[in-house]
DNA sequence: ATGAAAGCGCTAACAG
DNA sequence: CTGTTAGCGCTTTCAT
């Protein structure tokens, strides 16, 4: 910057200014120094100027990964909402630090925030981690979870809305005359129990029992739908339909059903979840429930922006969730 | 900083040396400074550290985008390497800045480097784009390619064994006894066409013909398998075997294949490129030529450091390739 | 073993 | 409209 002032007979200060585009400045000199700075390569020091303008424009987004695997979730699910999220902060100006964290050390990530690498956090993928997650609010980490609003939660949510998703899926499969319809989910982890309280409300509302025998706790892990189907066997109950909790599950699931002999939808309709865009491309193209992957990273980045601010008042998100009626269902 | 300095009696010069783990600093006043700064829950501000370092500690990690789509990519390939550069990166203390960056615009990349906010690049993709990466390495950014080494390249690449990959895979399926093997993968891609000659290598080292027709030009994006296989079917031609130049292309084929009632592998033999984790439970289990993604992430950091490093002599790295024969081939 | 002072590259009062 | 000056939070000579 200083070589430029020096090139252009002006002081830094003007520099700077011309470079922001103040208005304080002679159009004249404006483009002299701006073509000037071109022409040798210059750009703003980034670092220099958060430094001075105390602030950072980076967002960290976490995803967490299991501490046995060390391995991040192979879901595209996650790498769609990375590209959206990516999205909304791109259009703000924003950078996006991607963090490797530890799912069972989750206050680490306060530390990114500590050390003013990051203006706030993104976390996708609430898990089991509700009470870290208060923690670190608590601490005043600005901090949005992509996940399942709960009850006494310190921390800012955006999610879809599961309990209708679950219900709009159980509600299509009743209606396609199924009537036992098995439910693939791991309950321990609150968008899947909000999901399983749908498919529950909706065979409630159409005169259907529950069946606990028929919810698998199935994990998302690839080999989840595998081992849920074989489970789901070995209790030689019937069932005729399956709401799976992932579209991967659901794949994984259908593969596992075929190698049993099971047609799909013929014999078992299946629902997925998520709406990954392998989804119809799959054979039979998967029936699913879409959540709302564009609007999630405008939703994160919006609220966490707000926080930054300080709205002390930012309230938790609920997405819109979408039923996609394919071939692997009807 | 200067808090900590007041409350424990001293200058900030030695706050910053006891933190820093400087051995010019009483074991005494160092104890006290860490509690200090602990129960302050206080952290170094990286970005002034940077600031004084004259470094950044930071690497920015790009996957292009299609202009048309706007669409990351879903392929699981890509979640995996992020993960494994994000590992490598964490290792060795760097921050990973993930980027969103339009194909066709590879040059604006230079910017994330000249504006300091990245001591380098690695670019995840190197598609069609082999011109614009030389210019970029021409301006003298850091820059490493995840693809194939290519005559005339003026950037690093670190990428698998492509030809050798390719080679493997169609003895595998020669071996096999199968006599028409279909190739799917557009060969405008380097790393494909390497993965095609190795294929053609085979063919010729075996005394069999390379019949162009059965080269499809099947694109990586979600549909290209079903694309592929109904181009491969117009035309006519027997084929017993297919080689599929990423495991989504061979799942997503051998999906259009069944609907069409071929038997896999019965009728037709598949091996398919990655081995991402899906390929083990897909169904059949996906035969397939593994990427070392561990060492992926490694080398590729490995050479970036490198060249930052100013190793003007810092050489392409070609890793290893290996034959996963499951189901889907035998 | 510690402190004073200078400066990384930038911006923003405050004067002129 | 432009320059001077101070300082963002940190590290590092150079003294002591």
Same mark, same amino acid.
């Given at each position: 910057?200083?070589?430029?002032?020096?090139?252009?007979?002006?002081?830094?200060?003007?520099?700077?200014?011309?470079?922001?585009?103040?208005?304080?400045?002679?159009?004249?000199?404006?483009?002299?120094?701006?073509? =000037?700075?071109?022409?040798?390569?210059? %750009?703003?020091?980034?670092?220099?100027?958060?430094?001075?303008?105390?602030? %950072?424009?980076? +967002?960290?987004?976490?995803?967490?990964?299991?501490?046995?695997?060390?391995?991040?979730?192979?879901?595209?699910?996650?790498?769609?909402?990375?590209?959206?999220?990516?999205?909304? =902060?791109?259009?703000?100006?924003?950078?996006?630090? =991607?963090? /490797?964290?530890?799912?069972?050390?989750?206050?680490?990530?306060?530390?990114?925030?500590?050390?003013?690498?990051? %203006?706030?956090?993104?976390?996708?993928?609430?898990?089991?981690?509700?009470?870290?997650?208060?923690?670190?609010?608590?601490?005043?980490?600005? +901090?949005?979870?992509?996940?399942?609003?709960?009850?006494?939660? =310190?921390? +800012?949510?955006?999610?879809?809305?599961?309990?209708?998703?679950?219900?709009?899926?159980?509600?299509?499969?009743?209606?396609?005359?199924?009537?036992?319809?098995?439910?693939?989910?791991?309950?321990?982890?609150?968008?899947? !129990?909000?999901?399983?309280?749908?498919?529950?409300?909706?065979?409630?509302?159409?005169?259907?029992?529950?069946?606990?025998?028929?919810?698998?706790?199935?994990?998302?892990?690839?080999?989840?739908?595998?081992?849920?189907?074989?489970?789901?066997?070995? /209790?030689?109950?019937?069932?005729?339909?399956?709401?799976?909790?992932?579209?991967?599950?659901?794949?994984? %699931?259908?593969?596992?059903?075929?190698?049993?002999?099971? /047609?799909?939808?013929?014999?078992?309709?299946?629902?997925?979840?998520?709406?990954?865009?392998?989804?119809?491309?799959?054979?039979?193209?998967?029936?699913?429930?879409?959540?709302?992957?564009?609007?999630?990273?405008? !939703?994160?980045?919006?609220?966490?922006?707000?926080?930054?601010?300080?709205?002390?008042?930012?309230?938790? /998100?609920?997405?819109?969730?979408?039923?996609? +009626?394919?071939?692997?269902?009807?």
């Amino acid at each position: 910057m200083a070589d430029i002032a020096r090139l252009a007979g002006v002081s830094t200060s003007t520099v700077s200014r011309a470079l922001s585009g103040s208005p304080l400045v002679n159009d004249e000199t404006k483009t002299r120094i701006t073509e =000037l700075a071109r022409s040798l390569n210059y %750009s703003i020091n980034i670092g220099a100027q958060n430094l001075r303008l105390r602030q %950072s424009r980076t +967002v960290a987004v976490v995803i967490p990964y299991e501490a046995e695997t060390r391995q991040h979730l192979s879901d595209p699910f996650f790498l769609s909402m990375l590209g959206s999220v990516a999205d909304a =902060l791109t259009d703000r100006g924003f950078d996006m630090l =991607l963090s /490797r964290v530890d799912a069972e050390r989750l206050d680490s990530i306060a530390q990114i925030y500590d050390t003013g690498r990051a %203006s706030g956090i993104i976390l996708i993928g609430q898990w089991r981690h509700h009470d870290q997650l208060n923690q670190l609010a608590a601490r005043r980490v600005p +901090v949005v979870v992509w996940g399942a609003q709960l009850p006494q939660q =310190l921390y +800012v949510t955006v999610g879809s809305d599961n309990v209708s998703g679950g219900f709009l899926a159980t509600e299509h499969l009743i209606r396609s005359g199924k009537r036992h319809i098995a439910f693939f989910g791991d309950i321990q982890l609150p968008e899947v !129990a909000q999901r399983y309280e749908g498919y529950c409300k909706a065979l409630i509302q159409y005169g259907r029992p529950v069946v606990p025998q028929l919810q698998v706790q199935a994990s998302f892990a690839e080999n989840g739908g595998r081992e849920a189907v074989t489970e789901l066997c070995q /209790r030689q109950i019937t069932f005729d339909a399956l709401f799976a909790c992932s579209d991967l599950l659901a794949m994984t %699931s259908i593969n596992s059903l075929r190698e049993r002999h099971f /047609r799909v939808p013929h014999d078992i309709a299946v629902v997925g979840y998520d709406d990954i865009e392998l989804a119809r491309y799959f054979h039979p193209p998967l029936s699913t429930v879409r959540q709302p992957m564009a609007q999630a990273g405008q !939703a994160l980045v919006e609220a966490l922006l707000a926080i930054v601010d300080h709205d002390n008042n930012t309230q938790p /998100r609920l997405l819109p969730t979408e039923l996609i +009626v394919r071939k692997s269902s009807t």
